[in-house]
């Protein structure tokens, strides 16, 4: 719950505002880039939400905050209501983005894809009534593809509740010991027709990312869209080893994705050349 007693003074007047517990991981940003803006390594409200359409998203957006540091001096329960029964929110197809991210991920992003064989959850949101019936309504949980050990969240509450079996590689699998499902070695593994498990170490020892439908690339914490540079991105601090992820970032040319779902920073939809151009030009910047 954010306390309006630490309201950072870079809030513009207004309903709004973000307390000094914010952790700067931009999914107010994201949700509501009309509302949010960054200042000085926190978020802040530049521009108090006018439209019923920017009010949503502002609450969007306070809902999803790992760490309740959004808040509001009135708040209005009706479409603070609408906005918690949005989530898991449509992304394209049967791909959603779940919400609610969670402290204990670094509030890194977690999915949710609606599947006739089963649905997957990758990566873990907060462990929240509402939201497990929100699963429960869609038809429960079969997989819970799990990145890397740094964004296991409440994994373990959600595979117990929906008897999900959780993936995980095994140099990553002492943060889930009792995990279901461990991929081994560096080769890919598939797991039904449509989804590819890649391991693709380098920010740790066990990343690994999701290949759906050779569309989507769940790509945890090894590859994102830089806002600022509008081009890929991939860590550059926080590495496991520097050689490894090189490898990793170019083993991705050999698969088909036009879209980047990652655990931190942007997503992005780019046509399969475009893509392919864009991992090209990442490996040059970073490995000239
Ligand atoms: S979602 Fe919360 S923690 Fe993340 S940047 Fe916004 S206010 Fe800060």
């Known amino acids: 719950m954010a306390n309006a007693s ?15 517990t914010c952790i700067d991981c931009d999914t107010c940003r994201q ?8 200042d000085s390594d926190y978020s802040a ?13 502002a609450y969007q957006a306070l809902l999803a905050c790992p760490v309740g540091s959004i808040g509001t001096i009135k708040k209005n329960s009706n479409v603070y209501s609408q906005a ?8 394209e197809d049967d791909v959603h983005y779940v919400g609610f991210n ?24 907060r462990y929240l009534k509402h939201l497990v019936q929100a699963f429960e309504e869609r038809g429960g949980i079969r997989y819970i593809f799990l990145s890397h050990k740094d ?18 590689h095994q140099a990553d699998v002492s943060a889930m010991p009792d995990s279901e499902w461990v991929i081994d070695g560096e080769e890919p593994a598939q797991v039904e027709a449509e989804f590819r498990c890649i391991p693709v170490p380098g920010h740790t020892a066990g990343c690994m990312a999701l290949q759906y439908k050779n569309r989507f690339l769940f790509s945890g ?3 994102w869209w830089d806002r600022d540079l509008q081009q890929l991105g991939t860590p550059e601090n926080l590495v496991w080893n520097h050689a490894q992820l090189e490898r990793s970032v170019r083993k991705l040319l050999k698969y088909s994705f036009e879209w980047v779902l990652p655990g931190h920073g942007e997503r992005i939809h780019l046509s399969y050349s475009k893509m392919k151009t864009a991992v090209e030009r990442l490996i040059r910047r970073r490995w000239p």
């Open 84 to 91: 918690q029964t949005s989530f898991p929110l449509p992304i």
């Open 151 to 168: 964004d296991i969240a409440e994994a373990a509450r959600y595979a117990k509740t929906f008897s999900a079996a959780r993936i995980i």
């Open 6 to 20: 630490k309201r950072l003074d870079t809030n513009i007047e207004g309903n709004f505002f973000v307390d000094s």
């Open 45 to 57: 409200v530049f521009h108090q939400p006018e439209s019923p359409k920017e009010e949503f998203a």
């Open 102 to 125: 969670s402290e204990k991920s670094y509030g890194a992003h977690s999915y949710f894809i609606t599947h006739p064989n089963g649905n997957w959850l990758i990566d873990s949101p």
């Open 221 to 223: 914490d090894h590859l």
């Open 31 to 38: 949700l509501a880039p009309t509302t949010f803006i960054e």
